[in-house]
C-alpha cells in the first residue's frame, strides 16, 4: 500500500515536467522573465487525465495539447528547476531462520497376506498341542551321572544313568541302583535293592515307539519276633525276590486331524520267584482304538491279561480278558465318558461281568474349578507280585482269589485356586467283594514270622475322602500334600487288618541358589489292627489265642541335600527317620531308627 502511493506521486511529477517543456518551446517568441513558483495547484487539471494514464483515449488530451497563440494567451508559466528525487523508507528485514530439521513422519510400507484356513470353533474343550520344553539356562552339557553314598547302619548305595545324549528321535539308555542297609535294633535287620535296566524310544512320522527291560532283587529277612515274648534261639530266615520284567508299545502320534483315527497297542510282562517255591509269570496285551467325529470321541479299549501262579501246594491259571467300548462327548464346559468294562476271568474261575465306566466333568467356575462325577467297577487279579511290593514279609502258599469291584462311585471338585495353586478333592463310595487283608502268621517254633493274606468274605464297603493340594510359588520353591481318610464297614472279618485309616503325605522341594537345593518329605499314618496268636503256657503246654493287636500310628520326617560344586561334581546328604521313633509298618518289624548317609555326584 505504501509503495503504490509513491509510484502515483511520481507519474505526476512527470506530467508536470513533459507539460512545462512543450509550453517553453512553442512559446519562444514570447520571451518573459522566468517566473519561480513552488505552488502545484495549476498542475490539477493535467492531474485528472494522468490517473487515468492506462486508458489510452483519455491520456490523449494531455500529450496533443495546443500550448501556442493561436487564439488564446497563456496567461502563466511554470518553469521546474529541481528534479524529483524519491526518499524509499528503509527495508524491514524478515529476521527468522529456517528450520532445517526433516519433520516428515515415516510410513512404514504395509504388507497383507490372507490366511487360508477355515473357521472353527475353539471354545470347545479339547485336548491341547504339547508346548516345546524350553531349554534350560543352567542345565548340565550331559545327560549322565553317577553317584556313590556311604552312611550309617552300613549304609551302601550307588546310582548311575546313561543315554545317548540330546536326540528328539531316538533314545537309548541305561540305569541302575543299589542300596543296602544293616539294622542293629534286630538281629539280621537286614534289606538290599538292587535294580538295574535299559530302554529305547523313538519318534517316526506318525508313531511313536518305546520299549524296556528291568531286572529288580530284594533281600531281607524274617527278623520280626513278639519282644515281649522272645523265641529261645532265633535264627531269622532269609527272603528274596527276582523280577524279570519289560514292555513294548507302539503309539500313532496326535495330529489334530478332523475325524482322526488313533491307536496304540502294547505288551508288558515279566516273571517273578522269591527264595522258596513261589513263582509267578504274567503277559498282558493292552490296545485302544478311537475315532474322532466333530465332538464325539468313539473307541474300544480291550486288554488280555494272561498269568500262572504257583508254589508248593498249587498252581493256577488266573487270566483274565477285558474289552472297553465307550463314547466321549465334549462341549464348551462339559465332558463326558459313557462305556462298559466287560470282564471274563478264565483259568481256574470262569465267571463274567459287565461294569459301568461313565464320567461327568462340568466346568462351574470357568478355567478354575471342576465338578466331576464317576462310577466304574472291576476285577483285581490277585499277584504275588504285588503281595511282596507291598509287604516284604510274606509267607508261602498265600491264597489266591481274585477281589471284585462291584460299584465304586466317587464324585468331586478339581481346579486351581490361584496361579499355581492346584487341587483335587473327591469323596468316594466303593462296594468290594473279597476284600484282601495281611494278617501275621508266626509260627511256634519261632523260626519264621511271616504274613499272610485272609479275604473278606463278603461286600465290603469303604468310604472316605481323598484331597490333594500342590502349590508352586516360583521356579525355585513348590510344596505337596495328600489325605486319605478310609472307614471300613466289613462282612466276615473283625477289623480291617493292617489298614490305616489316616494316612498323610507332604513334601516340598527348595532350591535356595542355583547350586544348593533342599527337599524334605514328611509321612503320618493313623493307626491299625492285625491279628496274631498270642502263646501262654499251661500245664498242658503252650496254648495260642487269637489276639487283636493295635500298631500305633507314627510319623517319619526325612529330608535332603544337594549342593553342585560346578558343572560336573556334586556332593548330596540324606537324613531319615529325623525323630527317631520305632515306626511299625508291619507287627513286630520295626523300621530303622535315625540315619544318614552322603556321598558325591559324577555327570558326564
Not at 502563466?76 to 529541481?82: A, K, L, N, R, S
Amino acid at each position: 500500500m505504501k509503495y503504490r502511493y509513491i509510484y502515483a506521486f511520481l507519474a505526476l511529477a512527470m506530467v508536470f515536467f513533459v507539460a512545462s517543456a512543450d509550453a517553453q518551446n512553442k512559446s519562444s517568441k514570447k520571451k518573459q522573465a522566468a517566473k519561480t513558483t513552488k505552488t502545484t495547484k495549476p498542475a490539477k487539471p493535467a492531474a485528472k487525465p494522468a490517473a487515468k494514464q492506462p486508458e489510452k483515449k483519455a491520456a490523449e488530451p494531455a500529450t496533443t495539447q495546443d500550448t501556442t497563440n493561436k487564439g488564446n494567451a497563456l496567461t502563466e508559466e511554470i518553469v521546474v528547476t529541481t528534479a524529483y528525487k524519491p526518499v524509499l523508507a528503509d527495508a524491514v528485514k524478515i529476521r527468522i531462520n529456517p528450520d532445517l530439521s526433516d519433520k516428515t513422519p515415516f510410513k512404514a510400507p504395509l504388507t497383507y497376506v490372507t490366511l487360508d484356513k477355515r473357521l472353527e470353533r475353539n471354545t470347545d474343550i479339547k485336548q491341547l498341542d504339547p508346548m516345546k520344553m524350553p531349554k534350560e539356562v543352567d542345565s548340565v552339557p550331559s545327560n549322565n551321572y553317577a553317584r556313590l553314598g556311604l552312611g550309617n547302619f552300613k549304609t551302601t548305595y550307588g546310582e548311575f544313568y546313561v543315554n545317548n545324549g540330546q536326540n528328539e528321535s531316538l533314545q537309548i539308555g541305561a540305569f541302575g541302583k543299589h542300596l543296602g542297609q544293616s539294622g542293629t535294633n534286630m538281629n539280621k535287620q537286614n534289606e538290599m535293592t538292587d535294580e538295574v535296566g535299559g530302554f529305547v524310544k523313538g519318534i517316526t512320522g506318525d508313531n511313536t515307539f518305546s520299549a524296556r527291560i528291568k531286572y529288580n532283587r530284594l533281600g531281607t529277612y524274617f527278623y520280626g519276633f513278639n519282644q515281649a515274648d522272645p523265641p529261645g534261639a532265633f535264627s531269622p530266615d532269609a527272603q528274596h525276590f527276582n523280577t524279570v520284567s519289560g514292555e513294548a508299545e507302539v503309539t500313532k502320534n496326535f495330529k489334530g486331524e478332523e475325524n482322526e483315527l488313533t491307536y496304540a497297542v502294547k505288551l508288558d510282562g515279566y516273571v517273578w520267584n522269591n527264595a522258596y517255591y513261589a513263582h509267578e509269570s504274567n503277559l498282558v496285551l493292552t490296545g485302544f482304538l478311537n475315532e474322532t467325529v466333530k465332538q464325539f470321541y468313539a473307541g474300544l479299549g480291550a486288554s488280555l491279561d494272561l498269568s500262572t501262579q504257583k508254589d508248593s501246594l498249587y498252581s493256577f491259571n488266573n487270566s483274565i480278558l477285558r474289552l472297553n467300548p465307550y463314547l466321549k462327548f465334549q462341549g464348551d464346559n462339559y465332558k463326558i465318558d459313557a462305556g462298559l468294562n466287560l470282564a471274563r476271568e478264565f483259568g481256574y474261575s470262569g465267571r463274567v461281568f459287565i461294569f459301568p465306566a461313565a464320567k461327568l466333568e462340568y466346568q462351574i467356575i470357568p478355567k478354575y474349578v471342576r465338578i466331576f462325577v464317576e462310577a466304574r467297577g472291576d476285577v483285581n487279579k490277585t499277584s504275588l507280585r504285588d503281595f511282596a511290593d507291598e509287604n516284604p514279609f510274606i509267607g508261602q502258599n498265600i491264597s489266591i482269589i481274585n477281589s471284585v469291584d462291584k460299584l465304586d462311585v466317587s464324585a468331586g471338585l478339581k481346579g486351581t485356586i490361584i496361579p499355581g495353586l492346584g487341587f483335587k478333592v473327591d469323596v468316594f463310595r466303593n462296594s468290594i467283594k473279597n476284600l484282601p487283608m495281611f494278617i501275621s502268621n508266626f509260627n511256634s517254633s519261632g523260626k519264621n514270622n511271616p504274613f499272610t493274606v485272609v479275604y473278606d468274605g463278603g461286600n465290603s464297603r469303604v468310604t472316605g475322602l481323598n484331597g490333594e493340594l500342590t502349590y508352586r510359588a516360583s521356579d525355585t520353591f513348590d510344596i505337596f500334600g495328600r489325605v486319605e481318610f478310609r472307614n471300613y464297614s466289613l462282612a466276615t472279618e473283625a477289623e480291617p487288618w493292617n489298614l490305616p485309616k489316616f494316612k498323610l503325605t507332604m513334601g516340598t522341594a527348595f532350591h535356595v541358589t542355583p547350586k544348593l537345593t533342599i527337599n524334605a518329605t514328611l509321612l503320618y499314618r493313623g493307626s491299625a489292627f492285625d491279628r496274631t496268636d498270642i502263646r501262654s503256657l499251661t500245664p498242658g503246654g503252650p496254648v495260642f489265642t487269637p489276639t487283636i493287636v493295635t500298631i500305633k500310628g507314627f510319623a517319619d520326617l526325612n529330608g535332603g541335600v544337594e549342593y553342585r560344586l560346578n558343572d560336573r561334581f556334586s556332593i548330596f546328604g540324606q537324613v531319615n527317620n529325623i525323630l527317631n521313633t520305632t515306626n511299625q509298618v508291619w507287627l513286630y518289624y520295626p523300621n530303622y531308627g535315625f540315619n544318614i548317609f552322603g556321598g558325591v555326584g559324577f555327570h558326564f
